[in-house]
């Protein structure tokens, strides 16, 4: 489980908080997504616990551990973390790169061994990506990269996923791909912990659902609690209604023309 | 990497070695090369292999296997295909310290430390410069910065060399251009320790390096300390440079070139990167100082030059591809 309790961030030389006392818990087993408008704060939360920014106030918890007291490889056993944007300057083969999951657990010095090549082939497998091995990653479509993104973070071998935006500039099935995979991940006793824009998928696949507006949350619960347009149109500043899917049944959010 | 391509790593530079200890305005059949290296040294040319040729080979070795791990992990570490440490201004810097320390005339054991103190004021400058012009991710930022670097860095040698005998500017400059002309056997043994030591501490770092190309959020995630690792990674890459600088002068693009030829054979990770682009860049330097030797004779061509002969054309290959 992952904790964020009161926790305050603010960027130098800034004049408000990025986060102004953000609390939220996402368990063991379900699919918590972030959401909220561009420069709420989402990406913040996600540097706040990888100590890519520092945290003023409040503190953030792994099961009951708070983050600053343990080391940074440690944390990195327990969650794994996907972040935005990731470009290898140099590219590697897909089994090379999921191996780099392994290095919280082997440091400079330790050698591979068995354990970590079978969570390595372990974590390729759950990803679907088994058949991408020997491929290079600059050769892989959008969908492919992802999973295989996937597959490094699981090869970590964590009981919580951080994903920031993992199905950006994905097709409708790559999309779908993703989310299904982070259910079967989720369902299989995973802490999910995922920052997305989708909204309409989001409320189908999670959980519970923190909304951010400006730094803080500005609602948070089941998708029905939280998928509300008197809610969504305040926090998006367009005006929109949610109506529930005719086929699947969840709430659906449908942003309106503007009227001039 | 398969254990083929070591060979071919390997054997290339053997065969580039005999090479060079065998050719030369005296040319001595490889029976007298096996003489020398058996210590025997009553004939003529195998005297010349002993006490001329083997010294310059062996340290042309050292500086191409120093200059190239230098620039496998610049490259990786600052995820830049153009990053090496002539281009940065390390090198540029690393000269400014060996010639105060030369003109305050201070044993040739404190020279690679003299060049070391310049290489990292060279770093920490090249980083302002960089900063003050913004754009850190752009690597042709970075790379601009450190040939402003470069460039006052060689105004300062010029203006210390102002006030001294022409025969001293004369050595001075034959020295900025890269030679490994007048090695010795000290020389030798004195960056043999720098390379070995700095050399296998970058290898130890290789995984970290590793880490570091997926981008600095990226390998925090994964528990790395960035901003150590960087430091670490240049603090030795620094070292290394400078310590070649020490012993041979301004040698070019070498860095530049080898990794890219490494990689090409598909090494990508950074442990048998920076162990192979040693190898490479041993075999390199080799080269160019024996066709050095050998294109115009009996003049010699500084090595710098020709290592830049060959590696400008490489980098605006490079820079053309990142554009």
């Known amino acids: 489980m992952i904790r964020f309790n009161e926790v305050a961030v603010r960027y130098p030389r800034a004049d408000v908080d990025a986060l102004a006392g953000v609390s939220l818990e996402a368990p063991r087993g379900v699919i918590t997504a972030v959401v909220g408008p561009n420069g709420s704060g989402k990406s913040t939360l996600v540097r706040a616990l990888i100590g890519r920014v520092a945290i003023v106030r409040g503190s953030v918890f792994v099961d009951d551990t708070s983050v600053a007291t343990i080391d940074r490889a440690q944390l990195a056993r327990r969650i794994a973390v996907v972040t935005q944007r990731e470009e290898l300057a140099f590219p590697v083969a897909v089994s090379e790169y999921v191996a780099l999951g392994r290095f919280p657990h082997l440091g400079i010095w330790r050698a591979a061994n068995a354990n970590d090549r079978h969570a390595i082939d372990e974590s390729m497998a759950s990803a679907g990506v088994g058949a991408l091995h020997d491929r290079r990653i600059d050769m892989l479509s959008g969908g492919e990269w992802q999973r295989v993104r996937l597959a490094r973070a699981l090869a970590q071998g964590g009981d919580a996923l951080v994903l920031d935006e993992p199905t950006a500039f994905l097709d409708v099935g790559h999309e779908m791909a993703v989310f299904e995979l982070l259910h079967r991940l989720a369902r299989a006793g995973q802490a999910v912990l995922l920052v997305s824009h989708q909204l309409n998928l989001v409320a189908r696949f999670a959980d519970q659902i923190v909304l951010f507006h400006r730094g803080s949350v500005a609602a948070a619960g089941s998708p029905d609690a939280v998928m509300r347009a008197e809610i969504l149109e305040r926090v998006y500043e367009w005006p929109l209604v949610v109506t529930r899917d005719p086929a699947v049944g969840s709430p659906t959010l449908v942003p309106l023309r503007s009227r001039h | ?323």
């Open chain 2, 1 to 323: 990497m398969s254990a083929s391509r070591w060979a071919l790593l390997i054997g290339a530079l053997i065969l580039a070695a005999l090479l060079a200890v065998a050719i030369g305005t005296i040319n001595v059949p490889l029976s007298a090369v096996w003489d020398a290296l058996q210590g025997k040294t009553d004939t003529m040319p195998a005297m010349v292999v002993r006490s001329l040729r083997l010294p310059r080979v062996a340290l042309a070795i050292l500086v191409g296997a120093g200059l190239g791990m230098s620039g496998a992990a610049l490259q990786g570490t600052m995820r830049n295909p153009l990053a090496e440490p002539y281009l940065l201004g390390v090198s540029g810097g690393a000269a400014v310290g060996a010639v105060i320390a030369t003109t305050l005339k201070l044993s040739i054991a404190i020279l690679p430390i003299a060049a070391f103190v310049g290489a990292l004021a060279a770093v920490v400058a090249a980083f302002f410069v960089a900063r003050a012009a913004g754009s850190r991710g752009d690597p042709r930022v970075l790379l601009m910065a450190g040939v402003v670097v470069g460039a006052f860095a060689n105004a300062a040698i010029m203006v210390m060399l102002a006030n001294a005998e022409s025969n001293t500017v004369r050595n001075a400059l034959w020295w900025m251009m890269g030679s490994v002309a007048d090695a010795t056997w000290m020389q030798v043994s004195l960056l043999l320790a720098y390379i070995v030591v700095g050399g296998a501490a970058l290898v130890l770092l290789g995984r970290q390096i590793d880490i570091l190309g997926l981008g600095e959020d990226a390998a925090a995630a994964l528990g790395l300390d960035v901003d150590r690792a960087i430091r670490n990674v240049f603090v030795l890459s620094s070292l290394i440079a400078a310590a070649t600088v020490a012993a041979a002068g301004l040698v070019g693009f070498v860095g530049l070139v080898v990794p890219h030829l490494v990689r090409s054979v598909g090494v990508r990770k950074h442990r048998p990167l920076i162990v192979g682009s040693a190898l490479a860049g041993a075999t390199l330097v080799v080269l160019a100082d024996l066709l050095g030797r050998v294109l115009r004779p009996p003049a010699e061509l500084p090595l710098g030059a020709v290592t830049a002969l060959i590696g400008v054309p490489f980098f605006l290959a490079k820079l053309r591809r990142l554009s």
